[in-house]
């Protein structure tokens, strides 16, 4: 079984200072991790995606996640924050194999404040 | 490409009534999820399938819940009766399921069921 926590359901930044969103799983397989965004109205879009291959994962519109074995934590960063970033962000872990299907955490609503 | 396509985009409905509603994958894609989201439980799979056949619905709520992919371009979701409780933003997602895992789900717009 699998399972995600995200820490903090609600995260708010200044434009400019730095996102950090929280994400700790837990999986008896080698995980898959994804962070996913979704804007107020609109479907899931992917950011990124670790599969095994690098630890530290660059995704979409500047963002990047590292993966920790050791922590068993995927955290979501982006150096800058803009406005545009605003939107609710979801870690989700797919067990691999014939687990094909994502278990998503709670989800955190990033603000970003003038 | 068109994306996933979700219809309706927004219905109404009152309860005791049949709700459908409707998804087209990205073309190509083997394998269909149909999710809910609610403001109390969050983002749930319902029924997942691929090539068309029923993999897991462990997570469709009780009977009056049922799901159909009778070709590899259009899935549905039927809820009858619906009930208030049923009220929440239904998505449909797809992937292309190889023999490798961590394939990318490509989620539609969603509906937004409202059972008055």
């Known amino acids: 079984a699998q399972s995600v926590t995200q820490l903090g359901s609600h995260v708010s930044v200044s434009e400019g200072a730095l996102v950090l969103l929280r994400c700790n799983y837990s999986s008896s397989v080698p995980p898959y991790l994804f962070w996913y965004v979704q804007y107020p109205n609109q479907g899931l879009q992917l950011l990124l995606k670790y599969t095994s291959a690098a630890t530290l994962v660059k995704g979409i519109n500047g963002f990047e996640a590292e993966f920790k074995k050791s922590e068993t934590s995927f955290h979501l960063t982006k150096p800058s924050a803009h406005m545009s970033d605003a939107a609710e962000y979801f870690c989700a872990v797919s067990g691999g194999g014939s687990a094909r299907q994502l278990t998503f955490g709670s989800g955190t609503q990033l603000t970003v404040l003038p | 490409d068109a994306g996933v396509i979700q219809s309706p985009r927004h219905e109404v409905t009152e309860m005791g009534q049949e709700v459908t509603l409707r998804c087209k994958p990205i073309s190509g894609h083997n394998s269909l999820f149909w999710y809910r989201q609610t403001m109390m439980r969050g983002l749930e799979l319902l029924i997942y399938?691929?090539?068309?056949?029923?993999?897991?619905d462990s997570g469709m709520p009780e009977d009056r819940f049922s799901a159909k992919m009778p070709n590899a371009s259009f899935s549905t979701l039927k809820i009858q009766p619906s009930e208030p409780r049923d009220s929440a933003v239904y998505f449909c997602?797809?992937?292309?399921?190889?023999?490798?895992?961590?394939?990318?789900?490509?989620f539609g717009p969603g509906t937004r069921l409202l059972v008055l």
């Open positions: 399938f691929n090539n068309n056949v029923p993999i897991d």
């Open positions: 997602a797809s992937s292309w399921t190889s023999g490798r895992a961590g394939e990318t789900q490509y």
